[in-house]
């Protein structure tokens, strides 16, 4: 639905175009490139990245059964001319089922890395993974597979990825991982020197019951230099935010910010200049030698360069970052009618967005007109 107190008129191909006083635009933000209809058979959630040149999408379809029951698998795309064509599709064959192979999948700046996490959903018996591909040219291939060197069954290891920019730096998270009877999660930083990659560091959640360390939210900067995460699942008061910070090769915690009611999504810009959160309260948190919340009304999805953002439900809202960077309002450009997205993602000037319709199973891709 529009947001409240707005004011708009659908057209043919879906769009309103309206700002929050009702009045009309002269032109959308953004116009409907693409639509994607992901066919793997059995499919129920999309997880999705784009590369920042806007050039690879990743998708990532964990219950897909096509080789197996719920084993998962990844479709990438490239963009030619502005027509995203299906380059490949990655599988896991010797994966037991249910491993959720797709769960979470992150590419780097030029899409010459793709992250894959299969958590595993039979929790009691199968030892979850994650693994790291590259791309030459056209082709792609697994480089490592990556097996956490704490974590036993049941930790969910590799239910978020993601990796920096430059390609340097992975973190993964596994939410269930145990303190005693406790879910503190743990996180896993590794390096990358030549495609080998190794373990560099690693941080547990607080011992306390669903801490769940980055359960719904990990994210890292360009430069591998801050890591934001979360803890337990959206909807639980007084999550906090825990920020991760390196200085060469020694990774510390800086501390906690915190959010309110619980955390859907987090996002950190390019620089870790700004720090975004948004769930039952929208943050936005600066970075002036500590970080401080500084505005409000912060986006779900945020550009890397944190000048755009967009909000994500039933309608699809661009949202613009004032001169500060620090509060965000906007125009709603696209609904979706008895429909809701659950997953989205936005290149690092925005001029890309790619959205997963959960209700009938299709992936738009949006572009800045």
Do not use: C, H
Not at 76 to 97: A, F, G, H, M
Not at 318 to 341: A, K
Request: glycine content about 10%; overall charge negative.
């Amino acid at each position: 639905m529009p947001l409240k107190g707005t004011k708009s008129a659908f057209s043919e191909s879906g769009f309103i175009s309206s700002d929050t006083s009702g009045t009309p635009q002269t032109q959308n933000a953004y116009s409907q490139l693409q639509t994607i209809t992901p066919d793997l058979g059995g499919t129920s959630f999309i997880s999705i990245a784009i590369s920042s040149d806007g050039n690879y999408i990743a998708l990532g379809a964990s219950r897909a059964n096509a080789n197996g029951s719920d084993k998962g698998a990844v479709t990438i795309y490239s963009n030619v001319d502005n027509v995203y064509t299906l380059q490949t599709t990655l599988y896991q064959n010797t994966n037991p089922n249910n491993q959720y192979f797709g769960e979470s999948v992150s590419l780097n700046s030029d899409g010459t890395y793709l992250v894959v996490g299969a958590p595993s959903g039979n929790l009691s018996t199968q030892v979850p993974k994650s693994y790291v591909y590259g791309r030459n040219g056209n082709s792609w291939t697994q480089l490592v597979q990556l097996n956490p060197s704490q974590t036993v069954n049941g930790s969910q290891y590799g239910n978020r990825v993601d990796i920096s920019q430059d390609g340097n730096y992975i973190v993964i998270n596994a939410p269930n991982q145990k303190i005693g009877n406790n879910q503190s999660g743990i996180i896993y930083i590794y390096e990358n020197n030549s495609n080998t990659w190794t373990e560099q560091a690693n941080f547990f959640g607080a011992n306390i019951a669903f801490n769940r360390l980055g359960y719904s939210g990990l994210v890292i900067n360009d430069d591998g230099t801050v890591i934001v995460t979360t803890t337990a699942s959206a909807g639980i008061a007084n999550n906090v935010v825990p920020i991760y910070t390196r200085s060469g090769n020694i990774w510390s915690s800086y501390g906690n910010i915190l959010s309110i009611n619980g955390t859907i999504g987090i996002n950190i810009d390019n620089n870790a200049n700004i720090i975004t959160i948004f769930g039952s309260s929208q943050n936005v948190y600066s970075n002036k030698g500590n970080w401080t919340l500084t505005g409000n009304n912060a986006p779900e999805i945020l550009s890397s360069d944190a000048n755009i953002g967009f909000v994500a439900g039933s309608y699809v809202q661009e949202s613009q970052g004032n001169v500060n960077g620090y509060s965000y309002t906007g125009n709603i450009f696209y609904t979706i009618p008895y429909g809701l997205i659950i997953e989205g993602v936005t290149n690092n000037n925005a001029s890309r967005l790619v959205v997963y319709e959960q209700s009938n199973k299709k992936v738009q891709i949006f572009k800045k007109n």
